[in-house]
């Protein structure tokens, strides 16, 4: 039997939630119905009161009421709600939550399940859900529901949908998850252009006893790594694909912010740093390619991916901020370079191949590195075994140092 935290404004919400742990005890777990309203009195008892979370998180809720400013009172018990469901969790109080909401319920709800681990069972029920939940999921894994209709009364079809949606938080609060041999952990980043480097890369890692985790490197991809490094799980990093930083500088649709790269650094664990495709900036579908970008070189990656490459004066900035962010680094950390192309399509021969743009990139990096950090140049391309086995090898002597 587990404890399921059922979180809500249950001010405007009250007898969805307290629906929905009715049914949640119906199947065997205890329930503990957690207020986040600031309007109203709650529409029924709750087990924890709007006030205690408040306290959670340093909120002046008496304040926030008599001022009636929404906005305000939303962001406010969002923070609370984070700092009293993490804390529940770090005890062991509660094995999974589930929230119902519209806009603000959907922000509080979400907010205090980001904070928590990821593989913590967490479910969103909300009238936004079936739109862009980016904003609302963050890096963690939160399952949204939609509502269909909206969290406004039990009725024919709420009726239905939060009963699947309290069966779906027993289902994952009941799962055991079969064990499995735990080794020392790697992050490595990916992109379809960087695909068969870091396939074998990956391949010489396991075979030495790690387990290597690849991240697309779609923006998305790209923070939850960042997020996933900052959680302490890795031993190593072998950040293959950087190309978000390509968008992040230029106004490409996959960057993942400017903190990518910071936190293999802040941990001081191993790491290899490459420009993988830092050649190309990715939008969507060419009509969607901002006007001021005409002239520049193209290509259709598919129907819905146009791939711009980046100029020589892009690649030389974006070489600065490599070696910037390489610098910031407190433990071992090596650039590898693949000085015949940074991409499938960056080849010679191939619509992405710029000479002047990769010397750009590759002097940049050298001339804004600290001393003391590696440069390996590697007479190949990113996907040639070479460059794989390099990036690999170069990894393992730096684990192998840091556990000697």
């Known amino acids: 039997m587990a404890t399921i935290a059922v979180l809500g404004t249950l001010d405007t919400k ?3 939630h307290a629906y929905v742990a009715e049914i949640i005890r119906a199947r065997g777990h205890q329930t503990l119905l957690i207020d986040t309203g600031s309007g109203e009195a709650p529409q029924v008892k709750p087990d924890v009161t709007r006030e205690q979370v408040a306290a959670a998180g340093g909120v002046d809720l008496a304040g926030i009421m008599e001022r ?25 109080k509660v094995q999974g939550v589930i929230s119902l909401g ?22 969103m029920v909300s009238t936004l859900a079936a739109g862009n939940v980016a904003p609302y999921v ?41 064990a499995g041999e735990d080794k020392p952990l790697i992050a490595a980043s990916m992109f379809g252009n960087t695909t068969e480097c870091v396939n074998k890369a990956k391949q010489i890692l396991e075979d030495a006893g790690y387990e290597v985790l690849v991240f697309h490197a779609t923006g998305t991809g790209g923070k939850i790594m960042e997020s996933l490094i900052e959680s302490g799980m890795f031993a190593g990093v072998l950040d293959i694909t950087t190309t978000e930083w390509a968008d992040e500088l230029v ?10 790269l910071d936190a293999a650094g802040k941990a001081g664990i191993p790491a290899i740093i490459t420009p993988g495709c830092l050649d190309m900036v990715n939008f969507g579908e060419r009509a969607s390619v901002p006007a001021k970008f005409e002239g520049r070189t193209f290509y259709i990656h598919n129907p819905q991916v146009t791939l711009m490459r980046t100029n020589a004066a892009e690649c030389a900035e974006l070489g600065r901020i ?15 370079l693949p000085l015949k192309a940074i991409s499938i399509i960056s080849a ?7 000479f002047e743009a990769d010397m750009a990139l590759f002097a940049a990096i050298r001339q804004n590195l600290r001393p003391g950090i590696p440069v390996v140049e590697v007479l190949d391309e990113i996907n040639s075994p070479v460059f794989a086995a390099a990036c690999a090898n170069t990894l ?8 000697g």
Do not use: W
Request: a positive charge.
């Open 14 to 16: 009250g007898q969805e």
């Open 68 to 92: 009636q400013d929404r906005g305000e009172a939303v962001t406010a018990m969002a923070g609370a709600a984070a700092a009293f469901l993490s804390a529940l969790v770090a005890s062991g």
């Open 251 to 260: 106004g490409g649709i996959l960057g993942a912010g400017k903190t990518r």
């Open 348 to 354: 010679e021969g191939k619509p992405f191949h710029d």
């Open 138 to 178: 963050g890096t963690k894994d939160i399952v949204m529901f939609p509502s269909i209709v909206d969290v406004s009364g039990i009725n024919r079809i709420s009726r239905v949908l939060l009963a699947r949606a309290a069966g779906a938080i027993c289902g994952m609060v009941e799962t055991t998850v079969p």
């Open 396 to 403: 393992l002597g730096q684990l192998s140092r840091v556990v």
């Open 102 to 123: 519209g806009g603000g319920g959907t922000a509080i709800g979400t907010a205090a399940m980001r904070a928590l681990p990821v593989g913590f069972p967490k479910v």
């Open 322 to 336: 490599l070696a910037e962010k390489a610098n910031a680094y407190k433990g071992p950390v090596t650039v590898l």
